[in-house]
């Protein structure tokens, strides 16, 4: 499974939304040997990607070199059980929220598993994804995993003791991004603008903001205070933010949302799971 060979053979066993941006992804990136499945057959008939999707986990898998598990959490053990003897020797990359390595080491055992957090923005190519090795995992392996998300957007390798806080942060951060664009817009009708014209500077004004704090490589308060002038515009806005709490409120959600995480995995991956 050399770096860069665009030849080997990856299944993603579970084409839901980000199983099917990681085929997109990869497609993009030049993969070649891609097959995907999918647990109905109404599902089957939905799909409209250049590529094998079937019905069959373990002839999907037979062949592979690398497998991406991308079903619900409470479904990795039955289909782990499924195909636990075809993965010897192959790389199992694992994007199931809340599933520890230990506890896909525990159903398959010697099992060489790279545990991922994408999020939703791996449809578009720009997913956030944090990545951690399991104990059986090579540094190679790991190299490899991390090239693979490298082509779907960005990826950081990390302690898998922080994955649930990027469950959390990162994971369902897109949410949060949508959310705020969305009272961007209706701020933006509220104000008297048409909707077309509040929607697309909405959107690129968030771009526009992204762009700006990458290339300036400064933190977003000094960014901020460039926009702000004394007794302008903009310190009333702020001011009301301030005063209604949005920062505060934005990291009380995430905190909520990352007990919510640990206690998730906790509950599955306890070892008291049948």
């Known amino acids: ?53 079937i019905l069959d986990n373990r002839k999907a898998v037979e062949k592979a070199d690398i497998v991406f598990l991308c079903v619900k959490p409470h479904q990795v053990k039955q289909v782990l059980k499924e195909i636990s003897d075809l993965l010897q020797d192959k790389l199992l990359i694992s994007v199931a929220a809340a599933i520890t390595t230990s506890y896909i080491e525990r159903i398959v055992e010697g099992v060489k598993v790279v545990r991922a957090m994408p999020n939703i ?33 960005y990826c950081v390798i990390i302690d898998e003791r922080y994955m649930d806080a990027v469950t959390a942060f990162s994971g369902s951060g897109p949410a949060y991004v949508l959310v705020f664009y969305e009272a961007l817009l209706l701020a933006g009708l509220k104000v008297g603008l048409p909707r077309e014209i509040a929607s697309e500077l909405a959107a690129h004004t968030m771009i526009g903001s992204v762009y700006l704090l990458n290339k300036a490589g400064r933190h977003p308060a000094e960014l901020r205070d460039m926009v702000i002038t004394p007794g302008g515009v903009t310190i ?39």
């Open 236 to 274: 009333d806005a702020i001011h009301v933010l301030e005063q209604k709490g949005f920062r505060a409120i934005l990291i009380d959600a995430i905190s909520k949302a990352y007990e919510k995480s640990k206690n998730l995995s906790k509950i599955i991956c306890s070892g008291n799971q049948e």
């Open 121 to 153: 923005s791996i449809i578009a190519g720009y997913s956030a994804t944090a990545i951690c090795p399991g104990s059986n995992v090579t540094e190679e392996e790991l190299r490899k995993a991390k090239e693979l998300f490298d082509s779907m957007g």
């Open 1 to 53: 499974m050399e770096s860069g060979n665009k030849n080997c053979r990856i299944a993603v066993i579970g084409v839901g939304k980000i199983g099917e941006g990681i085929l997109r992804g990869l497609l993009k990136a030049g993969y070649k040997n891609l097959i995907g499945t999918v647990r109905t057959a109404k599902r089957l008939e939905s799909i409209d990607l250049p590529v094998e999707v």
